[in-house]
């Protein structure tokens, strides 16, 4: 093939390497193939990446920035807390609905870590940075708001991360899409249960002290 630039080869490797594991699994996946998917003698694999364990690390970060993009522009004033977080959920349950094959590709990169010291760091950040992607996400519900969790949002956090995994993971079983939304609307109605309002709080603070509320 043409002698190309070493970022362009990256990304057509990485291109080639999402092909093959929608098509074959992370078993079937090997750089032979995906070398072989990309138009690429196979030496040309280790120009670009360490190992395959590197490829397929950065391949499952690069979900993370597009559900937190999609969640993040839900995040609007209209309507009830309920639908504003509602609406945070259903962004990221759309790429679930519209790519299972994508997820479920992240899943058998996430259990194969588990018997992979090479792959083990990476998806201890990636789990790491999902409570802090919604944590951002939630933060951002209450500045819209005006209003402040009356619990850790961290905390509020792991759950909404726990609940996500979980429903995604038995979509890829069952597809039942109906299931999984009425799962995210009560998801919603729980979370919007904690809120505080910000403003009120203040005020009723300001009439005990005897002082005047601005």
């Known amino acids: 093939m043409p002698r190309i630039a070493a970022a362009e080869r990256r990304a057509l490797l990485l291109d080639a390497a999402w092909r093959v594991l929608l098509d074959h699994g992370v078993a079937g996946a090997t750089t032979r193939a995906i070398c072989a998917e990309a138009g690429m003698p196979q030496g040309s694999f280790h120009y670009c990446f360490d190992s395959r364990n590197e490829l397929l ?5 690069d979900l993370l920035p597009r559900e937190l993009s999609a969640a993040a522009a839900a995040v609007v004033r209209g309507g009830s807390l309920v639908d504003t977080v509602h609406r945070a959920l259903l962004a990221y349950w759309e790429l679930v609905e519209s790519e299972p094959q994508v997820h479920q590709v992240v899943y058998e990169i996430t259990a194969m870590s588990l018997r992979e010291p090479a792959l083990a760091d990476p998806a201890k950040v990636r ?5 802090l992607a919604v944590t951002g996400v939630l933060e951002e519900i209450a500045a819209v708001r ?14 909404v ?9 038995q979509f890829l079983i069952d597809a039942d ?6 799962a995210l609307r009560a998801c919603a109605e729980d979370i919007a249960r904690h809120r505080r309002r910000v403003r009120y ?6 009439v005990r002290d005897g002082s005047v509320a601005p």
């Open 161 to 169: 991360v726990a609940l996500l995994d979980g429903l995604t993971l």
């Open 57 to 61: 690390t950065e391949l499952a970060a």
């Open 146 to 159: 005006g209003i402040a969790w009356d619990r850790p949002v961290d905390v509020l956090a792991r759950q």
């Open 177 to 182: 899409a109906e299931g999984a939304r009425a």
């Open 127 to 131: 789990y790491a940075a999902y409570p």
């Open 201 to 206: 709080a203040a005020a009723r603070a300001t």
